[in-house]
């Protein structure tokens, strides 16, 4: 009885705290969402060469890259003001928004993708792949891409966690069962990334449908002048810390030879799990205390349970690293990335420390300190330099990320220390 009393004591005090309740639900769609990610990589992983896998990897990687980017800034921008306009009950607002988004960002998308065209031959010479059709077929999407965060950034601002998350976990197993598919039937590094766009355009077309009941809301034009400005420092900050955290794969690509990229994106792989795992928290998190910022309430007690949840996920992650890392590798990819294992417990430490800098990256961006931007760029700039004078083999690229992590955490800190320092009126100073 002693137990069931203290699991009914739980689950009741789960109910009363909706961050504790919202961000285990986010985290663990995102969570899910994520492992059919790395079932993705992981299989692709098994059954390529490593040669060919590092030609996937070093292409995904890149599109991951722009991917995140587009999701964290779209979804977060258009979020902030979900929430502002959910706060106001001004749904009229939200529903104009989310359509006034979704046509910008396709035909951003379309611009994006002619640019990229353009540039395919210099990509795939910079990462020594012949052929240019694997590059096409990844960037075809991207209108998409920069659409879909739109809706999921609205989703967000509305909590509607339920909806956000099993969107993001279709598209994660869309892709997943077809890439299956699709090497199956032969067709290699090609059957890995067409699979790609087709996951894209289902679950696009699912969660427009998912968005309908808002058309009752009507449709209150306003003037969305603030929109830009905000998004111009977040999308520094959202690019900084993506190219720092996804970049190294590039360059890793880049500098190393053919098998040992191999073995370093599988590093990568399984090191990306501790930043993954726990940033549904983040994303919970982030309405919440953007609305207690506009009603001028303090948001502390929410960041400390965030911050609070993602030392957990992140921790224990972290911990069967640096116990079992060679039984973790050969499990999964097996003998042929053995060399990957030394450095697996310093890539995932690195990840958990960059999973903090995330979390407080978006509570600053939820009360507007859109400044967060410039210590996260010279954490970028750092770790760029970093890899490019010491890259002599895989243990040295990953001490140089680590060590660019550190840094990184570091500045993010002193950055909220200044806040917190400075009082309630300058976290409550909205210009």
Avoid at 175 to 198: E, H, M, R, S, W
Avoid at 240 to 259: E, N, P, Q, R, Y
Avoid at 319 to 334: Q, R, T, V
Avoid at 342 to 349: A, V
Wanted: with cysteine; charged share 10%; glycine share 8%.
């Amino acid at each position: 009885m002693g137990v069931f009393n203290r699991l009914a004591g739980l689950h009741e005090r789960l109910r009363a705290d909706d961050m504790m309740r919202h961000g285990l639900m986010m985290a663990f769609f995102m969570a899910l969402a994520n492992f059919g990610g790395y079932l993705y990589y992981l299989f692709l992983g098994i059954f390529l060469t490593a040669e060919e896998y590092g030609i996937l990897f070093s292409l995904s990687s890149l599109f991951v890259i722009v991917t995140i980017l587009s999701d964290n800034l779209f979804r977060t921008t258009i979020a902030k003001f979900t929430s502002k306009f959910k706060g106001e009950n001004a749904l009229g607002k939200v529903n104009y928004l989310w359509h006034y988004s979704v046509k910008r960002t396709l035909l951003l998308g379309v611009a994006f993708f002619a640019l990229l065209t353009l540039l395919i031959p210099v990509i795939s010479h910079f990462l020594h792949i012949d052929n240019n059709w694997y590059a096409f077929t990844l960037i075809v999407p991207l209108p998409l891409v920069f659409a879909l965060p739109v809706i999921w950034g609205t989703l967000q601002g509305l909590q509607s966690f339920l909806f956000l998350g099993l969107s993001n976990v279709l598209l994660a197993f869309m892709k997943l069962g077809l890439a299956i598919l699709l090497v199956a039937l032969g067709f290699g590094v090609f059957g890995g990334l067409v699979c790609v766009p087709i996951a894209y355009v289902v679950t696009f077309l699912v969660t427009l449908y998912l968005m309908r009941s808002l058309a009752a809301a009507g449709n209150e034009r306003f003037q969305p002048s603030g929109l830009f400005r905000y998004a111009g420092l977040a999308f520094v900050a959202f690019f900084a810390f993506i190219a720092a955290t996804h970049g190294d794969v590039v360059l890793a690509k880049h500098f190393l030879s053919a098998d040992q990229a191999g073995n370093y994106s599988a590093i990568s792989v399984l090191g990306r799990v501790v930043l993954y795992a726990p940033v549904g928290i983040a994303i919970a998190m982030f309405p919440k205390t953007s609305q207690l910022f506009e009603v001028k309430m303090s948001q502390r007690s929410v960041l400390l349970k965030a911050t609070i949840l993602t030392l957990i996920i992140s921790g224990v992650i972290v911990l069967l690293y640096g116990l079992f890392p060679g039984g973790i590798i050969d499990l999964i990819f097996g003998d042929e990335y053995s060399s990957a294992i030394p450095s697996l417990f310093e890539y995932g430490l690195a990840m958990a420390l960059f999973a903090l800098s995330f979390l407080l990256m978006n509570y600053c961006l939820s009360i507007n300190q859109t400044k967060i931007a410039y210590p996260l760029l010279a954490g970028l700039v750092l770790e760029c330099v970093l890899i490019s004078l010491f890259h002599s083999d895989i243990a040295q690229i990953v001490n140089m990320v680590l060590i660019s992590a550190i840094l990184c955490f570091t500045a993010t800190l002193a950055f909220y220390a200044k806040i917190r320092r400075s009082g309630p009126r300058y976290e409550l100073d909205k210009s």
